[in-house]
């Protein structure tokens, strides 16, 4: 079965940096567009990035452009996120995902507290 782990968050603070990482299981990473996702409490989940199968596009809304960068292992099943200049608003439950044929897979989720 398709899982997704999450890990690498954590408080750190404004102007810090995070990696965070999700391990792939039970499906073909490399044929797979992956992406994260982050929830803030109360508020919608957003889309953070994307990254093609190979690895070699990837995009990012205006809000984090510059700042975060995707990235993929396909030969460890991982994709990571680097968190660079983070500020108080980036506070949210990171989320990676994964859409293979007509099902959507989430992970756990990972906490990323911006603060002082």
């Known amino acids: 079965q398709v899982q997704l782990v999450e890990s690498g968050g954590g408080l750190v603070q404004p102007g810090g940096s995070l990696r965070l990482s999700c391990a792939a299981s039970?499906?073909?990473?490399?044929?797979?567009?992956m992406r994260w996702y982050r929830q803030a409490r109360g508020k919608e989940r957003d889309l953070v990035a994307v990254?093609?199968?190979?690895?070699?596009?990837?995009s990012y809304p205006d809000s984090v452009k510059g700042r975060f960068v995707i990235s993929r292992d396909n030969a460890k099943n991982t994709v990571y996120l680097q968190m660079n200049s983070l500020k108080p608003e980036d506070t949210a439950v990171y989320y990676c995902?994964?859409?293979?044929?007509?099902?959507?897979?989430w992970g756990q989720g990972t906490q990323v507290t911006v603060s002082s």
């Open positions: 995902n994964a859409i293979i044929g007509w099902s959507v897979y």
């Open positions: 039970g499906f073909t990473f490399s044929k797979y567009l």
């Open positions: 990254i093609s199968s190979a690895g070699d596009t990837t």
